[in-house]
């Protein structure tokens, strides 16, 4: 059995500005952490996550402009993290998920509850940085 957080963010952003984002590696930087990420299916990339050390990441499925997953620390964690964008009259709703947390094991009980607790605040810093960019409109 395996757990998931589930979200749902809504941004007064152009969904275009929302996916850059989430799939730009200077842009991920800023409101998450560094990492080589692409949308392109089979690609591999790096997250330096500080004191959490440098996670390997696959991107598993991609709908350009609209969807991306991707194994996140894999070998460790071995989780899933999706961003699914839907226009809205007012900006972009996203839909989030990190799933495969498993809360048999202290590091998948202790990863589901910090990520938990940390998902909606990495979440709102999207809008920050969406606001000083020149495509990231109000």
């Not at 692409?38 to 959490?52: K, L, S, Y």
């Not at 947390?101 to 940390?118: H, L, Q």
Request: hydrophobic share 40%.
């Amino acid at each position: 059995m395996t757990i998931a957080i589930r979200l749902e963010h809504r941004f007064e952003h152009p969904q275009d500005a929302v996916w850059a984002a989430l799939t730009t590696p200077e842009l991920l930087a800023r409101w998450w952490a560094p990492g080589n990420i692409a949308p392109v299916v089979g690609h591999r990339f790096t997250m330096d996550m500080g004191n959490w050390g440098q996670q390997q990441c696959k991107v598993l499925t991609v709908e350009p402009g609209t969807a991306i997953s991707f194994l996140f620390s894999e070998g460790m964690l071995d989780t899933t993290v999706t961003w699914r964008l839907e226009s809205a009259a007012d900006g972009t709703v996203l839909h989030f998920e990190h799933a495969g947390f498993n809360p048999e094991t202290r590091m998948g009980r202790t990863a589901y509850e910090g990520m938990g607790s940390g998902w909606p605040g990495l979440l709102n810093r999207i809008d920050g940085e969406l606001a000083g960019q020149p495509d990231g409109r109000q």
